[in-house]
Antibody, heavy 116, light 110 residues
């Protein structure tokens, strides 16, 4: 079955960077975009950006431009989302999700905590 | 982009129907037929329940339905069941390869 499995929880200091991975299985990795979405505790979903695993093209929400980088390693069918210059308000669960126009399925989520 | 507008909460009794609205602009909801809806139970990842405004993925019960009029999309849940109690989010294409979510609606089944 189609599955996305994400890396474990991370704790970072303000100003640091974090890189979250998302391993895909059960389908042809290069055939579907990977999107990243985050959710702060008790808050709604916020779209971060997308990546085309076939050619590496990306698109980011304006809010995250300059701080986020999405990459992939096709040899291990894994997508990555790196967020830099972390702030306290970046504390959230980060999800990867497959799809170009709708998102299905989603990974289990990765908690990124920014704490001093 | 600004988040799409959803009611913070709705409620309905078992067996009744509820509708959750999702209001955007002509630059997102009104401009494209790319509205999707997601169900999220506490502590779980979101799950796709409606895509392309009205379509249901395989395995999603048919008491979920979607529609759109102008800049407002709607999710209707008929014959409410206890397991429908969850948070619901709409999402729309917003042009130039960007997407925007609604703020989410908490559904309480009485």
């Amino acid at each position: 079955q189609v599955q996305l499995v994400q890396s474990g929880a991370e704790v970072r200091r303000p100003g640091a960077s974090v890189k979250v991975s998302c391993k895909a299985s059960g389908y042809t990795f290069s055939s579907s975009d990977i999107n990243w979405v985050r959710q702060a505790s008790g808050q709604g979903l916020e779209w971060i950006g997308w990546m085309n695993p076939n050619n590496g093209n990306t698109g980011y929400a304006q809010k995250f431009q300059g701080r986020v980088t999405m990459t992939r390693d096709t040899s291990i069918t894994t997508a990555y989302m790196e967020l830099s210059s972390l702030r306290f308000e970046d504390t959230a669960v980060y999800y990867c999700a497959r799809g170009k126009v709708w998102f299905d399925p989603w990974g289990q989520g990765t908690l990124v905590s920014v704490s001093s | 982009q600004s988040a799409l507008t959803q009611p913070r909460s709705v409620s309905g009794s078992l067996g009744q129907s509820v509708t959750i609205s999702c209001t955007g602009t002509s630059s997102d909801v009104g401009g494209y037929n790319y509205v999707s809806w997601y169900q999220q139970h506490p502590g779980k990842a979101p799950k796709l329940i409606i895509y392309d405004v009205t379509k249901r993925p395989s395995g999603v019960p048919d008491h979920f339905s979607g529609s759109k009029s102008g800049n407002t999309a709607s999710l209707t849940i008929s014959g409410l069941q206890a397991e429908d109690e969850a948070d619901y989010y709409c999402c729309s294409y917003a042009g130039t390869y960007t997407w925007v979510f609604g703020g989410g609606t908490k559904l309480t089944v009485l």
